[in-house]
């Protein structure tokens, strides 16, 4: 009895100086431009992920490639986040080779990671990394180049039982001749099995999500940037925000503010929708002119060093909320608050079912519906998801809620024309989304700084922002 108290107080203490720590890291992100991830940091994360892998196994990764947009025109350039994750490295060419037993790389001791990637070359994106890059910046030992990974492989995959060979090479198929449905491309998956006929082919993605799912301290202060932001850029929109103007061009002043801010891009295509659009979950267009009498909703969110926030706001185009805004708009913010009160490590869907509840006895009070079952008409998304370097974050979906996870909540209410309820709800789309932070006692809001309640929108809105200045008048 002893002994487990005595291991529960030190789980508590180690959780309380974690948490100190992150306090610390995110009040330094304040004032900090170029916050990084150590190297050591990306040996952990690739040691703990090679400690749930089986005996005699390997596993691969591979960065992603390029895109083209057009003729000799790239995107630009974003890693696929596990190699991320795993590697802090942020160009194309490259490949990671885990095995836990060790591969024998010439003369040497066998090793249990090998990077490989391209020399160092200076191009429009700037200088590349290169092999002594890599050992210096990422905390790799061995390195080699990426000309030499197709042989590395297959040597070392010789007497190897299983093989762990994530979804994130090229060609991907769905394989339904897989009982497991391992996605693979086909014609890799063919030599494979003809050159190593006992290998068994698996994947790592559950493993990398269950450690991407927990962040450290180092990801909260970079989550915390994209975060704070995103709140500024909600601000100026509030304040920039009247009848007449164009969704993009409250899209422009939220994407300068990230600019602004060091923000690298969106973590995803900004989402202004007004009037009809604010009842469409995932509209991006951006084209439509909002009218008097309009609610906007906008969901958006910064990209930081990889890191996304996701917050989302709803507020009245003329800086007043109708009496039926109002309504549905105090039901939306009231789920999420109680949503909130009920988030603390150990919790799965408790919050996820109060905010139902919520939203079903306002709708029924309002008369918009008659039964808790036609709820879903009205609010037809989950509540939360986790955030990172996706910004659908993999990892908590049925599990319970650890400190270190970071979180969105957004309840939401759309009621589109030609709703069975009274028309004056007709076009109104309220969704109100934070990003919650699990702590040892509880939750954080940490995106707090983007006002939501209908005093502070309204008193920012008789403020003027930057959209309000006409190009070229200065």
């Known amino acids: 009895m002893n002994d487990r108290k005595a291991r529960r107080q030190l789980r508590v203490a180690a959780w309380l100086l974690f948490l100190s720590l992150t306090i610390q890291l995110v009040a330094a ?4 431009d170029d916050i990084r991830i150590a190297p050591d940091e990306y040996r952990q994360r690739r040691a703990r992920l090679m400690e749930k892998m089986e005996p005699n196994s390997i596993a691969i990764f591979k960065a992603k490639d390029a895109s083209i947009r057009s003729n000799d025109v790239n995107y630009m350039y974003r890693q696929e986040s ?14 990671l080779l885990l095995c836990p ?26 200088e590349s990394l290169g ?8 905390g790799f030992e061995t390195v080699l180049m990426n000309t030499e990974f197709a042989a590395v492989a297959k040597g070392a995959l010789a007497g190897k039982k299983v093989l762990y060979y994530p979804p994130t090479f090229p060609d991907l198929v769905a394989d ?44 909260l202060a970079l989550l915390q940037k994209a975060i704070d932001a995103t709140a500024l850029a909600h601000i100026e929109a509030f ?27 969106e973590g995803f295509p900004s989402i ?16 439509r002119k909002t ?7 906008m969901d958006i969110g910064a990209e930081y060093r990889g890191y996304s926030a996701d917050i989302t706001r709803t507020i009245p185009v003329n800086g007043k909320f109708s009496p039926a805004q109002r309504d549905v708009y105090e039901i939306v913010l009231s789920a999420q608050e109680e949503a909130i009160k009920l988030m603390k490590p150990g919790a799965i869907s408790e919050h996820s079912t109060r905010a139902f509840d919520v939203i079903a006895e306002g709708l029924i009070k309002l008369g918009i519906i008659k039964e808790k079952s036609e709820t879903q008409r009205y609010y037809p998304h989950g509540l939360s998801h986790g955030i990172g370097l996706d910004v659908h974050d993999p990892g908590r979906m049925g599990k319970p809620l650890q400190p270190g996870m970071i979180l969105t909540v957004e309840p939401g209410i759309y009621i589109p024309e030609g709703s069975p309820c009274d028309k004056k709800y007709w076009n109104i789309g309220v969704r109100i989304e934070d990003d919650v932070l699990i702590t040892p006692e509880g939750n954080k809001v940490v995106s707090a700084a983007a006002p939501k309640s209908i005093k502070e929108i309204e008193s920012l809105m008789k403020k003027r922002g930057l959209g309000n200045e006409k190009l070229g008048t200065r």
């Open 82 to 95: 596990n190699f991320l994750y795993l590697t802090g490295c942020e160009e194309p060419r490259a490949y």
């Open 291 to 297: 009218l008097d009498g309009d609610v906007v909703v």
């Open 131 to 138: 092999l002594e890059g890599a050992k210096e910046k990422l």
């Open 101 to 126: 037993e060790g591969v024998k790389i010439g003369d040497g001791a066998p090793v249990k990671e090998l990077f490989f990637l391209r020399p160092k070359t200076r191009s429009a994106s700037g």
């Open 176 to 219: 339904p001749l897989m009982e497991k449905r391992t996605i693979i491309s086909r014609e890799v998956k063919t030599e494979l099995q003809a050159s190593f006929p006992e290998l068994e082919i698996k994947n790592l993605n559950s493993a990398v999500s269950e450690l991407r799912s927990v962040k450290s301290p180092a990801e």
């Open 272 to 287: 202004v929708g007004s009037g009809p659009n604010s009842c469409i979950l995932h509209y991006d267009a951006n084209r």
């Open 239 to 265: 304040k920039s925000c009247e009848p007449g103007m164009y969704e993009y061009e409250l899209q422009a002043v939220i994407e300068y503010c990230f600019a602004k801010s060091g923000a690298e891009s």
């Open 29 to 32: 992100a304040q004032n900090q």
